[in-house]
């Protein structure tokens, strides 16, 4: 008669060598935001992978087209059984509205430019690369008091979160400095609708209006790319000749390569600006180049490092998406910094990663001191 331990034992080798075969588990980054870093990112993922790593695939996801879009591509992401995190999507007022569904699916989510600060209410599960609105605000106005000294100041601002949180953070530190403030709303404009020119610039009345009841020494816009291109035109038009200072909301290459406006005395806090002197950095833009003949953009490194991070967290800490939300919590306190190449990275994000620049008379963008030299 067959002796059945032996048929036992045969049978826990078999599963013992089929454990020691078993694929790692799979884990999904799902990007709807801009896909330009996403080829980069991917090569850089895969080459850096060792054995024993789980699988990480990236999926594109269309950038959505509106907020009601937002809310779908989240929806349809958290429903997958191997989503780990979600980049994107980009802007404050979509990371508001799908916060709380990754929140409630228990997936994490990596916002890369929002900087609305009621995201980190909506939700524990979503981080944000970017520091917010109220430490960008305290940033800006350090700059303006320090380098500029103004004895007054005007600042524009489109009637969004944005706009709203920037002008009033800026507006109550530069307040409370002893300087003179006044805050001016603007209409949003499409690209189409601002013409900016001397006649039939669309916001050249708004300037005036403002600068009847305050004749600024610097003025700070808190406004999207069409605004700030009207609006600086408008205020060179009306012999405004201080110093133009502008938030995150409009990147000073996106607004030239679209606008034909005087950049003398401009100046522009950005998240991130290409650096030589940091290797991770250098190594990025070179191969950015390489593929598309341009520099990137601080959006497009941010997505770069939104990808990067969240593919260090999985080979760090496996695939679970709660092991994944500890990993990104404890950055900067139990664990040190993650390394992009846009500086270092914590959460909450710090004042620190932002820079300010202004563009030279041949176009190039140039870092500046924050503080008075």
Not at 185 to 202: A, I
Request: proline residues 9%; hydrophobic residues 45%.
């Amino acid at each position: 008669m067959p002796n059945p331990r032996i048929g036992y034992v045969s049978l826990a080798v078999v599963a013992l060598l089929a454990g020691c075969h078993r694929e790692p588990p799979h884990a999904v980054i799902g990007l709807a935001d801009d896909t330009t870093a996403m080829p980069i990112a991917r090569e850089a993922i895969d080459s850096s992978s060792r054995p024993g790593d789980p699988p990480i695939e990236i999926i594109s996801q269309p950038p959505p087209g509106g907020l009601v879009n937002a809310v779908s591509i989240a929806r349809r992401f958290t429903e997958r059984s191997d989503a780990v995190v979600e980049v994107g999507p980009p802007g404050s007022g979509n990371g508001l509205l799908t916060a709380p569904i990754f929140d409630e699916a228990h997936i994490v989510q990596l916002l890369s430019t929002a900087t609305d600060p009621q995201i980190r209410t909506s939700g524990s599960w979503t981080f944000m690369l970017a520091p917010d609105d109220t430490a960008e605000a305290r940033f800006l106005a350090q700059f303006v008091w320090s380098r500029l000294a103004p004895a007054a100041v005007s600042i524009f601002y489109v009637r969004d979160p944005y706009g709203v949180n920037l002008s009033r953070g800026i507006a109550t530190a530069l307040s409370d400095d002893g300087v003179r403030v006044d805050r001016a709303p603007v209409p949003s404009l499409t690209y189409g609708k601002c013409v900016p020119r001397r006649d039939g610039n669309v916001l050249a009345g708004d300037v005036q209006a403002a600068l009847t009841r305050l004749q600024p020494s610097v003025v700070v816009l808190a406004t999207r790319i069409p605004e700030t291109a009207c609006l600086i035109t408008a205020l060179r038009n009306a012999h405004v000749r201080g110093a133009i200072v502008i938030g995150d909301g409009a990147p000073l290459s996106e607004v030239t390569a679209r606008y034909q406006v005087p950049m003398d005395s401009v100046y522009a806090v950005d998240f991130w600006m290409p650096s030589a002197e940091e290797a991770a950095a250098a190594d990025f833009v070179s191969r950015f180049e390489a593929r598309y003949h341009r520099l990137p953009r601080a959006s497009e490194a941010l997505t770069y490092d939104a990808l990067m991070l969240a593919a260090a967290a999985i080979r760090t800490v496996g695939v679970e998406p709660r092991d994944v939300r500890e990993y990104l919590q404890s950055l900067g306190h139990e664990r040190p910094p993650y390394h992009g190449v846009t500086g270092a990275i914590t959460f909450p994000a710090s004042a620190d990663r932002l820079v300010l620049v202004e563009m030279t008379r041949n176009g190039r963008l140039v870092r500046v001191a924050a503080d008075a030299p």
